[in-house]
């Protein structure tokens, strides 16, 4: 199955249609929309503001990803939705 659980509004959409955020496990960053080779817990966002606008309030995106999330992630993310996906 490729269909993912969007954290921000809850609805389950195709993988291509979200953003993914992994937290890498040997390093624990988080990685935005990673290639194949980066593995670890992940969480999926709309390509839309109100969801990511969302995951951030009661530290969602944390508790799923079991790991900090800093505040410059809503920027990095923000920033996806500018980018044409083709
Ligand atoms: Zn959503």
Redesign the pocket.
């Known amino acids: 199955m490729t269909d993912r659980k969007?954290?921000?509004?809850?609805?389950i959409?195709n993988r291509n249609d979200l953003i993914k955020i992994t937290k890498e496990h040997s390093t624990n960053s988080l990685v935005i929309n990673g290639n194949s080779k980066v593995f670890g817990r992940s969480a999926y966002?709309?390509y839309?503001s109100?969801?990511i606008e969302?995951a951030f309030k009661k530290n969602k995106l944390q508790k799923i990803l079991k790991t900090p999330v800093p505040a410059e992630l809503k920027g990095q993310l923000t920033n996806e939705l500018r980018h044409d996906k083709n």
């Open positions: 969007c954290v921000g509004c809850g609805i959409k966002l709309c839309n109100t969801c969302n």
